[in-house]
T-cell receptor, first 112, second 110 residues
Framework: TQLLEQSPQFLSIQEGENLTVYCNSS?????LQWYRQEPGEGPVLLVT?????EVKKLKRLTFQFGDARKDSSLHITAAQPGDTGLYLC????????????FGSGTQLTVLP | NAGVTQTPKFRVLKTGQSMTLLCAQD?????MYWYRQDPGMGLRLIHY???????AKGEVPDGYNVSRLKKQNFLLGLESAAPSQTSVYFC?????????FGAGSRLTVL
């Protein structure tokens, strides 16, 4: 079974601060996805990283896929209260079913 | 609007009762999935389907059954509900490189 460890589990910061969330595994994934989930809703896909070493930017969010395709990070610059939510990483299997293995999530709270 | 629709949104069951959750997608996606989400555990795959008429077990399939008689629908059944099945259930459908989730179905088993 492929496992993804996500850290930290909880993060509470002040508006304007920077933060990084980590997603680590001993397994290799074909790609890795990051989702954001708000209360009462399903996860919403933010980005998919495919190539080892790949870096993608989405406004103030920077996503990086490790060279060995086993780990990833999400960095938020100058966090805003609107960034508050549950952030989930998910590894995509290389099989035809493209199953997702999720990390346990990081609950981010950005205080005004 | 295109998307993934789950019904019902909320349900309370007594131990031993049965029920079915319905997931419908209108994007002609081949792949559909059922997950459960519990506090501190992320989402865990219950069953999935790679096309009409096919189903397969995921990480936590015990106590659940599924059917995919039509491409657009994926049903999750609980034949005899147990308190351990209290959870929020999410359906997802996808094409390669993307995943779209429904809003969830919150199930409580007393």
């Amino acid at each position: 079974t492929q496992l993804l460890e996500q850290s930290p589990q909880f993060l509470s910061i002040q508006e304007g601060e920077n933060l990084t969330v980590y997603c680590n595994s001993s397994s290799v994934f074909s790609s890795l996805q990051w989702y954001r989930q708000e209360p009462g809703e399903g996860p919403v896909l933010l980005v998919t990283v495919v190539t080892g070493g790949e870096v993608k930017k989405l406004k103030r969010l920077t996503f990086q896929f490790g060279d060995a395709r086993k780990d990833s990070s999400l960095h938020i610059t100058a966090a805003q209260p609107g960034d508050t939510g549950l952030y989930l990483c998910a590894g995509v299997s290389s099989g035809s079913a493209r199953q997702l293995t999720f990390g346990s999530g990081t609950q981010l709270t950005v205080l005004p | 609007n295109a998307g993934v629709t789950q019904t019902p949104k909320f349900r309370v069951l007594k131990t031993g009762q049965s029920m079915t959750l319905l997931c419908a997608q209108d994007m002609n996606h081949e792949y559909m999935y059922w997950y459960r989400q519990d506090p501190g555990m992320g989402l865990r795959l219950i069953h999935y389907s790679v096309g009409e008429g096919t189903t397969a077990k995921g990480e936590v399939p015990d106590g659940y059954n599924v059917s995919r008689l039509k491409k657009q629908n994926f049903l999750l059944g609980l034949e005899s509900a147990a308190p351990s099945q209290t959870s929020v259930y999410f359906c997802a459908s996808s094409y390669p490189g993307s995943g779209l989730f429904g809003a969830g179905s919150r199930l409580t088993v007393l």
